[in-house]
């Protein structure tokens, strides 16, 4: 998924650094969350969705990331 979302957001020339700055976060705290060192809530995946789709018009959504839950 990291991978994919990463795709995503180079289509529209934006970093992870550009997603967790939008979404109120640092961008290792984003990072150790994808990478399944640190645990996400539902709270972190609801704002990424809505972060990641408003800057790039994509269509996630929590159950994208029922595997990090």
Not at 7 to 23: C, E, I, P, V, W
Not at 39 to 55: H, K
Request: proline content about 1%.
């Amino acid at each position: 998924m990291k991978d994919q979302i990463q795709q995503t957001l180079k289509k529209q020339r934006y970093t992870f650094g550009n997603l967790a700055d939008s979404m109120g976060y640092t961008q290792q705290h984003l990072s150790n969350v994808l990478n399944h060192k640190t645990p996400g809530s539902t709270r972190f995946f609801f704002i990424l969705c809505a972060t990641i789709n408003d800057m790039c018009g994509s269509s996630y959504t929590t159950q994208d990331f029922d595997e990090y839950l």
